[in-house]
T-cell receptor, first 111, second 116 residues
């Protein structure tokens, strides 16, 4: 089955700086790659997603890049703000199958 | 749109009892629902995939006789944890999708299960 690796497990950045979280996946058939933000005790919140026919997608301060050849995708957050502090998960799936999640990254924005 | 609810949000039960968790898509018909489990400070793990009107597909290592899943309609799936034990204590989250969402899954708010 699919295996998703996520790094780093913890990331601390100064407010205003950029944050980058990286994931790799194992199954070349995966074609859907969402990123979620989860606050303690809450449901995962989709922040951006990308499909395998696209290499990059941007939504204001958030961007995702996908390298299908290398089987990795990354989340980029620019101009970080205190409210960006949370746990972020990458995930991968094949078509409409269930999601395989990475282990998560605890992002800490230092004031 | 695309709202998914779960009930109950929190449940505490005694060891050996069964607990039923409901997952509802409120404003769309969910052809597929998924059940995930999340232990404290861990990631979400897919337990099973549920399609309306058919038997659920369980992930490797998930006991189908312990975690009973029923998807009787396009808006409701239930997960029953049978003979619950303390090690079943976890955060259970469902998600729903349909043909129009292009793979995007809409998550319920989760159910915190504590087995004493």
């Amino acid at each position: 089955g699919e295996n998703v690796e996520q790094h780093p497990s913890t990331l601390s950045v100064q407010e205003g700086d950029s944050a980058v979280i990286k994931c790799t996946y194992s199954d070349s058939a995966s074609n859907y790659f969402p990123w979620y933000k989860q606050e303690l005790g809450k449901r995962p919140q989709l922040i951006i997603d990308i499909r395998s026919n696209v290499g990059e997608k941007k939504d204001q301060r958030i961007a995702v890049t996908l390298n299908k050849t290398a089987k990795h995708f990354s989340l980029h957050i620019t101009e970080t703000q205190p409210e960006d502090s949370a746990v972020y998960f990458c995930a991968a799936s094949i078509r409409a199958d269930g999601l395989t999640f990475g282990k998560g990254t605890h992002l800490i924005i230092q004031p | 749109g695309a709202v998914v609810s779960q009930h109950p949000s929190r449940v505490i039960c005694k060891s050996g009892t069964s607990v039923k968790i409901e997952c509802r898509s409120l404003d769309f018909q969910a052809t597929t629902m998924f059940w995930y489990r999340q232990f404290p400070k861990k990631s979400l793990m897919l337990m099973a995939t549920s399609n309306e009107g058919s038997k659920a597909t369980y992930e490797q290592g998930v006991e189908k006789d312990k975690f009973l899943i029923n998807h009787a309609s396009l808006t409701l799936s239930t997960l029953t944890v049978t003979s619950a034990h303390p090690e079943d204590s976890s955060f259970y989250i469902c998600s729903a999708t349909d043909y129009n969402t292009h793979n995007e899954q809409f998550f319920g708010p989760g159910t915190r299960l504590t087995v004493l």
